[in-house]
């Protein structure tokens, strides 16, 4: 096979610097579990029972149909092979790709949200349909018409406790919900529980929307899908209408507030647990969005590699176009930014895994840093990676338009995570909400969590930059990342406080009025957590020193690319001077030569085969032009010399000109 790959690709892959494979272990967790990988991907992408046209040609009725029988047959074979966990996730993975709405929220959103807020009868009644797949579920929770303010009055879908035994969902209509509009018989929705004439805030009930027998919707629901959308169109996003529905009043989910038959309200445990599934959420889109960054950048490197243009020296050969400085400055901070967040979510897992085994014996101690930290990562990591993908895009120009990049795909893809599950504004003023609790807090003495520990630590000025810094060392980069986000809290903070006290604001007014500052104190702190948890891995990464080596370079490259980014929030208070700027502006410039001869073997270390990198552009063995020549032979608009349309519009139309000669 050697004799069949690129020349190009193939001289990029032999000069490389460091061990591939030692690299990808790191990635997983070692060599067993990239081993554990690939056998799942194996068994997904080997079946011939998935294979199916590509999705590109296909019309939206045609795509939902084939993902739902790709689905449900992943799911029955996953059962057969005898899969659960991580493995049973990865299989979906590797054959729907994320594109199977259905099975993607019933096995996380709803299959979860029953096993952590249902009690043990309940869990006894639904988890087992769930697990078995006898009735499938969505995640109902977005409501048209209100916003993120979940109150008394906010025209929140409502239920009341009616004749002791059962109660009622009023009116209300719920949009753009995944696999509603189609497939799902069930769902877990949020809504307003109102018992004994009082509203108790928003609990989760388990809804059968349609019938078990003939799959239509249930009396006093009506249930569609939303219609096309920027991304996702295989999937049938959907709305449902609730009209007095009555539900038996076990349907809610009762492990942490019941309502007994009389109606009265009691609260079991700690409220705050039910935030769980919705955190889960967080992690797991955070996850997703790298995965699609990481695998862009595969995309756009490989081609950039293969692809010729111009000239470097006059009378030369065309060069590979990586070989510009302005490719690499395009792409190389992405590639970099892809590796950051990958060490930067198994953090993030883990934490999430320590704060939710104590979540279930009922402790919540962790829970709103955790809260916090999700939600701005959430935010700033799946912008990022929207950012970078579409700028991976635009890097292999006319081509990056089609299909056949496999970047249009991944870009509409992760535009519905930027949005799903919190949009980004949203998260990150939640972030800010907490922050600026932390730094009050801090400043009355308090000890602060972990996460935002270094905000007891904000200077009251500015630590002048006179010295000349080693800016590529790690401790002064992180150092500079921490002031950057410690002074920004201050500063909102305060911004904030002076507008209650000496301007007479309402605190609702100070707040609003200082939303930009508290956006940007947000971005900046998950940010230095981002930059923080880079340099903490590659410092103790168990691998060799060319491995570390690379990855050092990569971490270098993304904290100078920050600084150079947003170098006024370096430069405001003087922390950083215009000499340190200037420094960083070389260092990294320099950084991009040094990433350009392993740039191929960095991406190859990601390890997506073909199948799953789903592009013509990208591909392992760098034959791009004659895959692209049979892609777009593929087009139905192909199937003839002639199209009809040429008969029925073009011919008469161009006759009817010639006739006039």
Request: glycine share 8%; with cysteine.
């Amino acid at each position: 096979m050697a004799q069949l790959v690129n020349p190009d690709l193939a001289r990029e892959r032999s000069r490389v610097s460091f061990d591939v494979e030692k690299l990808t272990n790191v990635l997983y967790g070692g060599p067993d579990g990239v081993k554990r990988k690939r056998r799942i991907e194996s068994l997904a992408l080997t079946d011939p029972d998935y294979e199916h046209e590509d999705f590109n040609y296909l019309s939206r009725e045609e795509q939902y149909a084939n993902m739902l029988k790709k689905s449900l047959m992943a799911a029955k074979k996953a059962k057969e092979l005898g899969l659960s966990g991580k493995d049973m996730d990865d299989y979906m993975t590797s054959v729907l790709d994320y594109r199977a709405i259905a099975m993607n929220l019933h096995c996380t959103m709803f299959t979860i949200t029953l096993q952590q807020q249902g009690d043990e009868r309940q869990r006894a009644k639904w988890l087992k349909l769930a697990e078995n797949f006898s009735i499938l579920g969505s995640y109902l929770q977005t409501e048209m018409g209100h916003g993120t303010v979940t109150g008394p009055g906010t025209g929140i879908l409502q239920v009341q406790v009616q004749r002791f035994c059962n109660m009622v969902m009023i009116l209300a209509f719920m949009i753009s919900d995944g696999s509603l509009g189609l497939t799902v018989t069930h769902g877990v929705v949020m809504a307003q529980l109102y018992t004994q004439g009082q509203c108790m805030g928003p609990h989760m009930f388990i809804m059968q929307l349609r019938s078990l027998e003939n799959h239509k919707p249930l009396p006093g629901i009506t249930v569609g899908d939303i219609g096309p959308k920027y991304g996702c169109n295989d999937g049938d996003n959907g709305f449902v209408r609730f009209d007095q529905v009555r539900i038996p009043r076990d349907n809610m989910l009762m492990r942490f507030a019941q309502v007994a038959e009389d109606g009265t309200y009691s609260m079991v445990l700690d409220p705050r647990l039910t935030y769980g599934t919705m955190v889960n959420m967080r992690v797991q889109l955070t996850e997703r969005s790298n995965t699609s960054l990481a695998r862009a950048v595969t995309i756009a490197i490989r081609y950039s590699c293969v692809r010729r243009q111009s000239e470097l020296t006059p009378g030369e050969p065309e060069p590979q176009i990586l070989d510009y400085q302005t490719q690499q400055y395009k792409l190389f901070p992405h590639l970099a930014a892809a590796y950051g967040f990958w060490f930067t979510i198994q953090n993030l897992e883990a934490h999430y895994e320590r704060v939710n085994s104590k979540l279930q014996e009922g402790d919540t101690s962790g829970l709103q840093e955790l809260h916090a930290l999700t939600a701005g990562l959430k935010a700033y990591t799946t912008l990022e990676a929207h950012q970078g993908i579409e700028e991976c895009r635009l890097a292999c120009g006319g081509h990056g338009y089609s299909h056949a990049s496999g970047l249009v795909y991944l870009l509409t893809s992760q535009a519905v995570t930027v949005t799903g599950e919190g949009e980004t504004t949203v998260m990150l003023l939640q972030l800010a909400r907490y922050l600026v609790k932390c730094y009050a807090k801090s400043q009355a003495g308090a000890k602060l969590p972990s996460t935002v520990s270094y905000l007891q630590m904000v200077q009251s000025a500015a630590v002048s930059g006179g010295t000349t810094r080693d800016i590529n060392n790690f401790d002064v980069l992180t150092k500079a990342y921490q002031h950057r986000a410690a002074r920004l809290v201050k500063v909102a903070t305060e911004g904030v406080r002076f507008k209650v006290t000496s301007e007479g604001q309402s605190e609702a007014e100070a707040w609003n009025n200082s939303l930009v500052s508290l956006v940007k104190c947000a971005e900046a702190h998950s940010q230095f957590f981002v930059v923080k948890t880079f340099v903490e891995a590659v410092r103790t990464v168990d691998a060799d020193d060319s491995v570390r080596a690379v990855l050092n370079t990569l971490c270098q490259l993304y904290a100078l690319h920050g600084i150079c980014e947003h170098a006024g929030d370096f430069l405001q208070d003087g922390y950083l001077t215009g000499p340190d700027l200037q420094l960083a502006r070389s260092e990294m410039c320099s950084l991009l030569s040094k990433v350009r001869s392993d740039a191929v073997p960095l991406v190859d270390a990601f390890d997506f085969p073909d199948q799953i990198l789903q592009s013509v552009l990208g591909r392992y063995d760098g034959r791009v032009y004659e895959h692209l020549y049979e892609w777009a032979k593929k087009s139905p608009l192909n199937k003839s010399q002639v199209h009809e349309s040429y008969y029925k519009y073009l011919q008469p139309f161009l006759q009817k000109n010639r006739a006039k000669l």
